[in-house]
């Protein structure tokens, strides 16, 4: 008998960014990828293995997932608490994060918020 999930939160993605990114998977890489969205919906408190803040971007944070010795990031935000919402995402290739793939997903970012904004007025 499977064990019903209690979810804390929920994933998103916005627009295609991540769909994109997906697409170039192999099916061992998705396979990892969705246990860790299933982890991080499931838990309270997330350790830092797999999700983790970017330093100098408020509200900007990765996904950190490893499969075979390769590293993946995804950048996402928290939305209304309980709601990670997908940006880009890459494969890492060396110890520090691309400052172009941060400056990306901070885009991504303002660009889902200031959508989100413009449906609020809309329904006002």
Do not use: W
Not at 14 to 31: A, D, M, W
């Amino acid at each position: 008998m499977k064990k019903e999930r209690n979810y804390v939160r929920q994933i998103v993605p916005f627009r295609e960014y991540f769909k994109e990114f997906k697409r170039t998977l192999p099916k061992e890489v998705l396979e990892k990828i969705y246990k860790v969205f299933i982890y991080i919906m499931v838990e309270q408190v997330i350790p830092s293995q797999f999700f983790k803040s970017i330093e100098g971007v408020k509200g900007l944070y990765e996904i950190r997932v490893e499969e075979s010795g390769n590293i993946y990031r995804i950048f996402c935000c928290m939305d209304e608490g309980n709601l990670v919402v997908l940006f880009n995402a890459f494969q890492k290739k060396t110890t520090k994060t691309p400052s172009q793939h941060i400056k990306r997903a901070t885009a991504i970012m303002k660009e889902y918020f200031a959508e989100k904004a413009q449906l609020k007025n809309r329904k006002q």
